[in-house]
């Protein structure tokens, strides 16, 4: 009998054990559903399923061959604007500023592969590998800025800071 209590005890604890975090980051946010509002155009059946074309990986949907686009547009923005390699005259002056010291070309591959490197070093300890336990802040932690600190260092130097959320850990009086 007390076998059986042991036993009973045993496998509550590890089903107990067992978490109900979600592998997306903030899954249970209060916000709408961004996929419950979709205008999704009607399917429609061709006549003849052999006259369809053949599917290729990041080819274009038949029901929905621009959704970007559409998108852009249901938001009230430009579609001609989602073409790359075209520079507005508001973007001038921004990317002259940022490319003033010089840009490699391939900064995003480079930058993907430093990140993939530095994600595979600090993949977590080995029991949060097997809980798979979210170390994503925390890997990142060292590199991250401290907003009120920056917030401060900025007003001393007589930067404008116009509005700011209050630092947390300073009591509001």
């Given at each position: 009998?007390?076998?059986?209590?042991?036993?009973?005890?045993?496998?509550?604890?590890?089903?107990?054990a067992c978490s109900g975090d979600p592998e997306l980051m903030n899954i249970r946010t209060e916000t709408p559903d961004?996929?419950?509002?979709?205008?999704?155009?009607?399917?429609?059946?061709?006549?003849?399923?052999?006259?369809?074309?053949?599917?290729?990986?990041?080819?274009?949907?038949?029901?929905?061959?621009?959704?970007?686009?559409?998108?852009?547009?249901?938001?009230?923005?430009?579609?001609?604007?989602?073409?790359?390699?075209?520079?507005?005259?508001?973007?001038?002056?921004?990317?002259?500023?940022?490319?003033?010291?010089?840009?490699?070309?391939?900064?995003?591959?480079?930058?993907?592969?430093?990140?993939?490197?530095?994600?595979?070093?600090?993949?977590?300890r080995l029991l949060e590998r097997w809980f798979n336990v979210n170390v994503y802040y925390s890997s990142y932690k060292?590199?991250?800025?401290?907003?009120?600190?920056?917030?401060?260092?900025?007003?001393?130097?007589?930067?404008?800071?116009?509005?700011?959320?209050?630092?947390?850990?300073?009591?509001?009086?």
């Amino acid at each position: 009998m007390l076998a059986k209590r042991i036993a009973g005890l045993t496998a509550l604890v590890v089903l107990a054990a067992c978490s109900g975090d979600p592998e997306l980051m903030n899954i249970r946010t209060e916000t709408p559903d961004e996929f419950s509002v979709l205008p999704t155009k009607p399917l429609e059946a061709p006549e003849d399923y052999t006259s369809l074309p053949t599917p290729e990986p990041g080819g274009t949907n038949l029901v929905d061959p621009t959704p970007r686009a559409d998108a852009v547009a249901a938001l009230g923005g430009n579609p001609d604007r989602l073409t790359r390699g075209t520079i507005y005259a508001g973007e001038q002056a921004l990317l002259s500023q940022a490319r003033r010291y010089g840009v490699p070309a391939d900064i995003r591959d480079t930058l993907a592969a430093e990140d993939l490197e530095w994600r595979k070093d600090n993949n977590g300890r080995l029991l949060e590998r097997w809980f798979n336990v979210n170390v994503y802040y925390s890997s990142y932690k060292p590199m991250s800025l401290d907003q009120h600190l920056e917030l401060e260092r900025l007003r001393r130097m007589g930067v404008w800071t116009p509005s700011a959320p209050p630092d947390p850990e300073i009591p509001f009086e």
